[in-house]
């Protein structure tokens, strides 16, 4: 039994996004430039200030734009009753009201943000025989059951406040006899979350740390982000057979299924009155209109927006908030099977020489059904992914262990088959069939199909290992391995609004290639610490990448995947490594590391000469990407107490079995272009500033003990132990300029979240 609490709390520095000197708040309330405007003549507010937060036009503005307007549903809200009939003055002598406006302004803002709900893992398992009293008729039959529940609360509440995943495991298992073991194991579990895709793809944030708060909707709407559910059930079974001292065999076949749901929210009801906001009465009603339901003589009506539902059009307030629209547009009702087997034998022959081989073979069947439901937006290309294939998938490997006197040699290879299963589409680049007028759905009458490319590659490997001294080793190994691709790169026939196909799939692309080297050297230290030294280099290449084709008349455009993209990683990398002893271990990592890559060939082609040279003569999607390498460092040290450690009080022993484990990150900080707010871009000035490090240490108090049987482990975790500020780089693009990042990053840090956790096991 695991139990894991932690009480609920904010995640990051700073105020909530409603605290009076907020980002999201201040310009509106602040009584310095909340009518005037933050960038008008009269505000108060000098230069730096203005720059932290977001331009605002006033209420004086929107106010007096609201009464120049009769059909306005805001008509007279906001306008201060002086005695006199306002509807006669002219606009320029209207003052505002600042309670009434207030209340407005706070009624779409009203959001609860805090965390409300504490992140939890509970985590049982038990087992015995199966039949009790006969399980020796059966082989030992006996089980083990166990089940999970795990909730996360999110940064911000949205629609939901938490993560949610649940999950239960049985499995079965009896000696057939003493050399062969059966073992039945069946599992179904649920997740449900938020996904941040518009597209539908199975995106799902598992917890605060993947979150951003990149917009006013995010913050004060509750319906930006679709839920998804993932319901999955496998069931397998595994065979072990000793055939004798120097050989035995495993085999196992099992069943995965995946089903995937993103639905619609259910529509804000446009006709409830759920708060009423004074207007001035001199001024004649409009009409409802959208989420003003009703208007009176001396009051309008709101429905819950942002609040309270689905809404189908962009509708946006006058400080930016959008009430619906491009909300929640992911839709998804997608099953995955695969069905999966897997042989592997191994003999030692001899004291030098053991032996291994084994094959496995996926079967995998997917019906995908997602995509963007945009109604209201019929312009946007609203991509849809429907397609249904049967893709098998086919590996071998022979590996052979060497030993000659301390030295050791791994050689093997291994055999990848991939077959995509059916036909494709033979057409010509630029093919009139890929635009509007055929189409996805007219596709089977305009091309041809032909069966897809059987796809075999053979991978070396090398892997050796001989002492240098008594103390010490070198190492070389060296691989070649090959990925499968992401189905969607293979299969899709991606379709918009318009029933034309812009992006399409290729079966046909070859798997994408890893080669490894590495060369290293171990020390042994006074016979308490290891020394590694290695070097290595892994070089990817035929990595899929979309190829943009447009015809003469821009009717056709459409991606297609291709092998063009490549990389390289190279670095060299020096552990310290303390063995367990008796009161302390762990190890201290530093690693330096360059990447580099880019593209083959053209990123876009055209039927159009002129189109194709002007694009050749100023792209630069064929450069070569060198970012500044980012070293890093880790480190883990685990201290601890004997069993018998101190005083003895009543056959117990309170000093003893503590363990407190220190886990720490470092890593340099990112180096990014930086021309000021004023200037976009400078030719030739790159990577001049740098965010300052990641700097993080987690701790961890453990405590065991025994009593009545009973094996019990205390222990506390603390993340961010030092309290550190982080920024987080999921705004920069939203806000643009470095002193708003800044500024806006206190609210996004991670803080010291303690976890009190108790493990029991009997």
Known sequence: MLLRYSGAQRDYFGPLPNSPNSYFWRPFTDPDVKNAGTHSAESKWDVYTRRQYPQWAGWNTIVRRWAEAPSDPYHGVGVRDTGVDESTLSTSELQVDDAVITELFEWYRRKDLEVRNADFDIDLGFGGPLIPGMGNSFGGLRFFASGKRERRAYMMPRVIDEYENDWGRVKVTSDIRSSMKLSVEAMYGKEYGLTPSRNGFPNMWRGNQEMGLNNDDRIWGDHIDNTLQIQRNNIGLSFSHVLSPRTFYEFRVQRMQSDYLTEKYPDRDLAAVEKTIPRNSDFAPPNPALQVSEVTQNHIGLTGAPLGGWFLKNEIFVDGLEFGGHWAEGRDDSEVVAYTTRFDITSQRSQVAQYKAGFEWIASDYNVNHGRYELFFKNNAAPKYVWQRTPQQFAGYVQTKLEFNAMIANLGVRLDHWNANGEWWVYEDFTSAFGAKIGKDNLEGALEQAPVKKLTYLSPRLGISFPVTADSKLFFNYGH??????????????????????????????????????????????????????????????????????????????????????DDIRGFEMTVRKRRGKWFGGFVNYTYMQTKGGNFGRRELFENRLSQANFDATSTRHYQSRPVSRPFGRLALEFYTPRDFGPQVSKFYPLSKWDVSLVGNWRSGQHFNWYGPESSDISGLTNNVQFTSIKNLDFRLTKQFAMMGVRTMFFLDVSNLLNLKRLNNRQRSRLGILHVVLAFARRHIWRVRPNLCIYSRQ
Not at 519 to 542: I, K, M, P, T
């Open 481 to 566: 391995f090959r990925q499968m691709l992401n189905p969607h790169n293979l299969f899709l026939v991606n379709e918009v609004n318009t029933g034309a196909v812009s992006q399409i799939g290729n079966p046909n692309h070859p798997m994408p290639r890893t080669i490894n080297y590495e060369l290293g050297f171990e020390q042994n230290l006074f016979d308490r610490y290891l020394l590694r030294l290695s070097g290595y280099y892994r070089a990817n290449d035929d990595q899929a990448i979309g190829v943009r084709y447009t015809n003469l008349d821009q009717t056709v455009a459409y991606s297609l995947f291709e092998p063009l993209n490549y």
